[in-house]
């Protein structure tokens, strides 16, 4: 079993900037090692459905996904020695205020865009833009 913990939510001003962090840890990390791990990021927003922020697979492989809205303005990053993902906002607008979670699964098939291919999630974490 993955357990993850999310942290760096906030309340910032519209054009400010925050980082979350999504930290990693449990018996399966241990064994699979974390570097093995694709980890996305989720939001959702209050009456809104979950939906896709951005994705980073398995190491060696970084490939990084984001959805459109968010594209240019965040970046997700990895650091495997910390068993942790971050993700960088920037230029933030109230739109995007959110409850943001994170997710993980091993390396495999599917699509990292979708919530349900993801077996392991965090507890989330408030993110408010004010105007």
């Known amino acids: 079993q993955v357990q993850l913990v999310e942290s760096g939510g906030g309340l910032v001003q519209a054009g400010g900037s925050l980082r979350l962090s999504c930290v990693a840890s449990g018996r399966t990390i241990r064994n699979y090692t974390f570097r093995n791990y694709v980890v996305g990021w989720f939001r959702k927003a209050p009456g809104k459905e979950r939906e896709f922020v951005s994705t980073?697979?398995?190491?060696?492989?970084?490939?990084?996904k984001y959805a459109d809205a968010v594209q240019g303005r965040f970046t997700i990053s990895r650091d495997n020695a910390k068993n942790t993902v971050y993700l960088q906002m920037n230029s933030l607008k109230p739109e995007v205020t959110a409850v943001y979670y994170c997710a993980a699964r091993l390396y495999g098939s599917g699509d990292y865009g979708i919530g349900r291919q993801y077996t392991d999630w965090g507890q989330g974490t408030q993110v408010t833009v004010s105007s």
């Open positions: 980073i697979t398995q190491s060696g492989d970084n490939r990084t």
